[in-house]
Each structure stands twice: as structure tokens, then as C-alpha cells.
């Protein structure tokens, strides 16, 4: 049974970080790309950053390229997101994510709409981080 599992989220300041954190179990996690996406309040999934199995290879999507670094340590079976120079827009349910097709979904820089059934084979069950003085 796949299991994605989200922490690290919380309250920061415009400016600040937060980093997150995501254990999966249930499958071979050094095999798979896996991704952040993100929902914020009254807005669609937006695919955030990429990674690919190996940890070599990265994408972002263009709002968050140079403030946020993914990366995974495939011994503990955990993906993370470190998350600079935080924004309000920031603000969004946050969720780790292992993609159906990382081709397609990690060449959008710039229109980063994410469809979850299309899009993503599994989901976790978010971890909220909200951006505000």
C-alpha cells in the first residue's frame, strides 16, 4: 500500500522558510520521479517542483525557481522541500506527489495547472503552510 506522508508545514513570516518533509512507504521510491504540488484557498493543483529518481535532475515550476530546492534521500525513503524567501502567495496546501508522467508535468515552467487523476498516480494528504506578518 503506497503511502505518502506530509510535515513541516506551519505559519512563517513573508521573507522566512520552511522546510517539509514527506516518508513514503509502499513502493520502490528510488525508481520513481516525485514532486510538490500545491492548492491554494479557491485555486486549482499547481504542479511546484520535480525530482527524478537518481536526485540528480530538478525542475521548478518559473514562481518558485531560485527560492525553493527539492530534494530526496532515497536511503530514508523521504522527498523534501526546502521553501526560501517565502511569499503570501506561498500560502497553499502543500502535497508530496509521485507523477503519472514526469516528462509531461515537469516541462510546465510557466503554466503549472496539475489535474489530479491525469496527472498523479499518488497524492499525500498535504501539509498547510500559510505566509503572512
Known amino acids: 500500500q503506497v503511502q505518502l506522508v506530509e510535515s513541516g508545514g506551519g505559519l512563517a513570516q513573508p521573507g522566512g522558510s520552511l522546510r517539509l518533509s514527506c516518508n513514503a512507504s509502499g513502493f520502490s521510491f528510488s525508481t520513481y520521479a516525485m514532486s ?32 525553493f530546492t527539492i530534494s530526496r534521500n532515497n536511503v530514508k525513503k523521504t522527498l523534501y522541500l526546502q521553501m526560501n524567501n517565502l511569499k503570501p502567495e506561498d500560502t497553499a496546501l502543500y502535497f508530496c506527489s509521485r507523477p503519472k508522467d ?17 496527472d498523479f498516480d499518488y497524492l499525500g494528504r498535504g501539509t498547510q503552510v500559510t505566509v503572512s506578518s
Open 36 to 67: 510538490w504540488a500545491r492548492q491554494a484557498p479557491g485555486e486549482g493543483l499547481e504542479w511546484v517542483a520535480g525530482i527524478y529518481g537518481d536526485g540528480q535532475d530538478t525542475r521548478y515550476t518559473d514562481s518558485v525557481k531560485g527560492r
Open 102 to 118: 514526469p516528462l509531461d508535468l515537469f516541462s510546465r515552467k510557466s503554466n503549472a495547472t496539475a489535474s489530479l487523476n491525469d
